[in-house]
Every structure is written in structure tokens, then in C-alpha cells.
């Protein structure tokens, strides 16, 4: 019997050790004799298959032998721990949460297994239940990165800035070199347009990731919010080599040029991020550039257009009520809006138009 358990510590360390084929052989061959053995040794044999089909992503190989290793002892963790995992590989949510909660039941301190548990409700959308299993792992481990992570996002995604950034500050004193989490602190405060603070901390990820195209977005998005338009554009133009299709980054490069009367630039990049890719803001550009030019009635037709197209789009609508302002049609508003619009069903937008024009 000793030879056995030897064998299975050996099996156990080549699949630590990702000897996964060497591996599966030597349990294979105890396998061949499984009916001698008793119900311990077969569930870590069966688990320890499972456990390297995991490993080689046959999740449903997995599946079938942490089964397997279950029936003959329903508290192995190996199994429970890599049959929840197996059902994580192939995005079954609900399976991977109902194996989770039987793990804890044999083991309830695991972090791992908690913070996972979290992951899932919060991917389901109950937000109680992750904060309550996140908040959980902190109490037996104050500075669980995953724990406080997950908070972090469970709070972000709810806007509860306050919050996340409680969690995500506390996981930056751990770990300073959190690119993604330095990104997302900068984005908190982007989006409070505190400038400064955003820049500080997309700085600070720079340092370690000067290339990541969220962090160089941040800094050029900051360097709008300033103002600093001119110091911008060399960013935007990084990140649309790297990414030449995007025309939310053309429009933004437009946007600069106009913003510092390069007009002509302006121009060729709104026409990029409309013709090409018909993006509604690249549009709004062009009627930009033609009441610059003092063309008002084809930025008129234009604004119309605009409407025929994306009147559903409530910031569109808003726009093109200070346009129309622009191009003197502002004290027909309501009537031309309502021509697109049941302005009835709009308290909001009947309300911006009296109060803009």
C-alpha cells in the first residue's frame, strides 16, 4: 500500500512540476488498478487525472473525473476546488458558484475560494452577495489583492467612487506597480475632472508601463480636460498607430486641432472619422468646421441630418440643441427638435432647450 501512495506522490509532483504526459501515465497505470484500492487513494488518483486535463483545458475530461474522484469521497478539495475551476474554463457561471459553495463547506477559510465565490455573484449581477463574500475574505485577510480588487470594482461598476477608491488605495500601499488599478484611480478622478490627481496617478503607471494604451488615453484625455491641447495630440497620434481603426481617438485628434484653430488638420481627420467610420462625433465635428467657416445653412442641413440619424442618442440631442443655437436657429428649437422627438417624453430636453436658448 506504501508503493501506492509513493506512486501518487510521484504522479502529484511530475504534474506540479507540468510533466502533465509523465504524469498522466503513472496515474493511468494506477488507474488499471483501481478496484484494489481503497475510497482515499481512488479519489486522489481520479482528481489527480482531472486536475491535468484541467491543466491541458479538457474541461469536460476534467469534469468527468472530478466527478469521479467525488463519488468516492465527497469532500476531496482537490476535486472540489478543480471542478469549480473547470466549470470556470468553460464560463458556466452558475455550476462554478454551486461547486465553490460546496468547497468552502469543507473548507471555509480558503481565500482563494472566497474571493472566487465574490467573482461570481458579481458577474451575475448580485452585488450583495460578492461584497458580502469579499468583505468576508478581509476578515481573514486584511490585505487579500483579489479581495480588495474586487471591491474596488464592485464599486466602480456601481459608482460608489468613494469606495473604490478606499479599496483600490489600500491595494496600491501593497502593490504600487498595479498598472490596471493605477489606471482606474486615474480614471475616478478623471471623471471628477480633479486633473491633477488623475494625472498623478496615470503618471505614476506610466513610469511602469509607458506604452499601455489605457494609461496613454488617460493622459491624453487629462491633457483635454486641461486644456492642453497642443501637448496632446503627439499622444492621441501613439495611440492611433497602434490602434489606426479606432475613431473615437481620430475624432479626439480633431477635436485638438480645432481646439487650437488648425482647422485644416481638423478637417481632415473629422472627414476620417465620419466617411470612413461614421462616427456620429466626427459628424458633429463637420458641422463644427462649416459654422466656423460661417456656412450656416449647411450646418443647418446638417444638424437635421444629424437628428435623422441618431435622435435616439440623448448626448447627440443635446448638441444639436446649442448648434442650432449656433447657427441662429435657436429660438425654433423645440419645434425642430420635436420634429424627431415626442419632446412630451423628454422632461429633461424640453427643459435644456428653455434653458439654453
Known amino acids: 500500500m506504501q508503493e501506492i501512495q509513493n506512486q501518487i506522490e510521484q504522479a502529484k509532483v511530475l504534474s506540479l512540476q507540468k510533466q502533465y504526459d509523465d504524469s498522466l501515465s503513472l496515474y493511468r497505470q494506477l488507474e488499471g488498478n483501481i478496484s484494489q484500492l481503497d475510497d482515499s487513494s481512488k479519489a486522489k488518483i481520479y482528481a ?137 484611480v486615474g480614471n475616478i478622478y478623471r471623471l471628477r475632472r480633479d486633473f491633477t490627481k488623475s494625472m498623478e496617478y496615470y503618471q505614476r503607471a506610466y513610469k511602469y508601463a509607458p506604452h499601455n494604451n489605457y494609461v496613454l488615453y488617460g493622459i491624453a484625455d487629462t491633457l483635454r480636460g486641461t486644456k492642453r491641447y497642443q501637448e496632446s495630440i503627439p499622444i492621441w497620434k501613439e495611440l492611433l498607430d497602434k490602434d489606426s481603426h479606432n475613431p473615437r481617438i481620430i475624432t479626439r485628434i480633431a477635436d485638438a486641432y480645432f481646439l487650437i484653430d488648425s482647422f485644416e488638420e481638423a478637417a481632415v481627420h473629422y472627414d476620417v472619422a465620419w466617411n470612413q467610420y461614421k462616427d456620429k462625433y466626427g459628424y458633429v465635428g463637420l458641422i463644427r468646421l462649416a459654422i466656423q467657416k460661417d456656412e450656416k445653412d449647411e450646418a443647418y442641413t446638417m444638424i437635421r441630418n444629424l437628428l435623422t440619424q441618431f435622435s435616439s442618442d440623448k448626448r447627440i440631442c443635446l448638441l444639436s440643441i446649442e448648434l442650432l443655437s449656433d447657427v441662429g436657429r435657436g429660438a425654433e428649437a423645440k419645434n425642430i427638435m420635436s420634429e424627431f422627438l415626442d419632446l412630451s417624453l423628454n422632461q429633461d430636453l424640453n427643459e435644456y432647450i428653455d434653458t439654453y436658448v
Open 48 to 184: 489527480g487525472i482531472g486536475n491535468i486535463y484541467r491543466a491541458k483545458l479538457d474541461f469536460s475530461s476534467a469534469i468527468k473525473y472530478f466527478h469521479l474522484a467525488l463519488e468516492v469521497n465527497a469532500h476531496n478539495k482537490l476535486a472540489l476546488k478543480g471542478i469549480a475551476n473547470s466549470y470556470r474554463g468553460i464560463k458556466d457561471r452558475q455550476q462554478e458558484l454551486n461547486w465553490w459553495l460546496k468547497y468552502i463547506e469543507v473548507d471555509k477559510k480558503d481565500f482563494l475560494a472566497l474571493t472566487r465565490i465574490a467573482d461570481v455573484y458579481r458577474g451575475l449581477g448580485d452585488f450583495i452577495k460578492a461584497e458580502q463574500y469579499y468583505l468576508m475574505t478581509l476578515k481573514f485577510q486584511a490585505t487579500n489583492k483579489f479581495a480588495l480588487m474586487g471591491l474596488g470594482d464592485l464599486y466602480y461598476k456601481c459608482k460608489n467612487y468613494n469606495q473604490a477608491l478606499v479599496y483600490w488605495e489600500q491595494l496600491l500601499d501593497i502593490y504600487p506597480e498595479f498598472i490596471n488599478i493605477l489606471t482606474m
